[in-house]
């Protein structure tokens, strides 16, 4: 079995967990590889333990049986730029806050590895989409893609942008707002509904445009099928305005047209039985509680 382990910070706090997950991966005579960077954080630990390192441009390929994200939901979206389309199975374990993607606790770390040794999970497809910018210039060095949602935004400025929308070159609207987002089934529990947008199964054959903060107020979230492609055109006071991958932002030139899709590979998340979505919406909303007392 081959396991490759990321991360962005690691705290002290942390080091018993990872204790336990190398512990139980040793257990099974794995072979761990670590991110070349997280290395360097995680100091005192045996790099005996380390098969070897990886970065984002080399050391992964479609042989590892597993990517364990180390932190929480913000370094499960930076994970999917190292397994690309590579098809190895993700698992976050959740150092963070909050924990929609990064969903298995750090505390029980030991199931990581024990239950997916025993089958106790399934294998979640994820729908990504991707921008196309029709520039000379990369402005995302290659990695065109997003789980969770491409969002155009104004920049550096109080006044509003007008986002021309077509989906599949018929006009929808032009959305007199802060921005736009566009946001796939697993993005649908980020930025999207705390802009007000619908809640989607991450099964669900689905995009939603949810405005932010729209100053036309009959603007509403809209899902639309998954293989509709989107055209936009911004205008502005500025000059520019942002566009963003999840967390990944560039600076572009008003009037440009962005295209986003549907991405053509998905992204395998690990879901276990004992994690599942509808637990983590329960848990994470309170739903099911009665919060009057």
């Given at each position: 079995?081959k396991v490759?382990?990321?991360g962005q910070?690691?705290?002290?706090?942390d080091?018993t967990?990872m204790?336990?997950l190398?512990d139980?991966?040793q257990?099974?005579?794995?072979?761990?590889?670590i991110?070349?960077?997280?290395?360097?954080l995680?100091s005192?630990f045996s790099?005996d333990?380390?098969?070897g390192t990886f970065?984002?441009?080399e050391g992964?390929d479609?042989?590892?049986?597993?990517?364990?994200?180390?932190?929480?939901?913000?370094t499960?979206l930076r994970?999917?730029?190292?397994i690309?389309d590579?098809?190895i199975?993700?698992?976050?374990v959740n150092?963070?806050r909050?924990?929609?993607l990064?969903?298995?606790?750090?505390?029980s770390?030991?199931?990581?590895?024990?239950e997916?040794?025993?089958?106790?999970y399934?294998v979640?497809?994820r729908t990504?989409?991707e921008?196309e910018l029709n520039?000379?210039?990369d402005e995302?060095?290659?990695l065109?893609?997003?789980l969770n949602?491409?969002?155009v935004?104004?920049?550096d400025?109080?006044?509003?942008?007008?986002v021309?929308?077509?989906?599949n070159n018929?006009?929808?609207?032009s959305y007199w707002?802060?921005?736009?987002i566009v946001?796939t089934?697993?993005?649908?529990?980020?930025?999207s509904?705390s802009?007000?947008?619908p809640v989607i199964?991450?099964?669900?054959?689905?995009l939603?445009?949810?405005?932010?903060?729209?100053?036309?107020?009959?603007a509403?979230?809209?899902?639309?099928?998954?293989?509709?492609?989107i055209?936009?055109?911004?205008?502005g006071?500025?000059?520019?305005?942002?566009v963003?991958l999840d967390s990944?932002?560039?600076?572009i030139?008003n009037?440009?047209?962005i295209?986003?899709k549907?991405?053509?590979?998905?992204i395998?998340?690990i879901e276990y039985?004992?994690e599942?979505?509808?637990k983590?919406l329960?848990n994470?909303?309170?739903w099911?509680?009665d919060?009057?007392?």
């Amino acid at each position: 079995m081959k396991v490759a382990i990321y991360g962005q910070t690691f705290q002290d706090e942390d080091r018993t967990c990872m204790l336990e997950l190398l512990d139980e991966l040793q257990k099974i005579t794995a072979e761990v590889y670590i991110e070349e960077k997280f290395i360097q954080l995680v100091s005192g630990f045996s790099k005996d333990l380390f098969k070897g390192t990886f970065s984002q441009s080399e050391g992964l390929d479609s042989t590892f049986d597993m990517f364990v994200s180390f932190g929480g939901d913000g370094t499960m979206l930076r994970a999917v730029t190292y397994i690309q389309d590579y098809g190895i199975p993700i698992v976050g374990v959740n150092t963070g806050r909050l924990g929609f993607l990064s969903t298995f606790k750090k505390e029980s770390v030991r199931k990581l590895v024990t239950e997916f040794v025993s089958g106790h999970y399934t294998v979640e497809e994820r729908t990504l989409v991707e921008v196309e910018l029709n520039s000379d210039l990369d402005e995302f060095n290659g990695l065109n893609f997003a789980l969770n949602e491409v969002t155009v935004s104004r920049k550096d400025t109080t006044s509003m942008i007008t986002v021309e929308t077509y989906l599949n070159n018929e006009y929808l609207t032009s959305y007199w707002s802060d921005g736009l987002i566009v946001s796939t089934p697993t993005g649908s529990t980020g930025y999207s509904l705390s802009c007000g947008g619908p809640v989607i199964a991450p099964s669900a054959k689905a995009l939603v445009l949810t405005p932010i903060a729209p100053h036309n107020l009959n603007a509403r979230p809209l899902v639309i099928s998954d293989d509709t492609e989107i055209r936009l055109r911004v205008s502005g006071r500025e000059q520019t305005h942002l566009v963003s991958l999840d967390s990944r932002i560039a600076d572009i030139p008003n009037g440009k047209e962005i295209k986003i899709k549907k991405s053509n590979f998905t992204i395998k998340m690990i879901e276990y039985t004992s994690e599942s979505f509808l637990k983590t919406l329960r848990n994470k909303l309170l739903w099911g509680e009665d919060r009057r007392n």
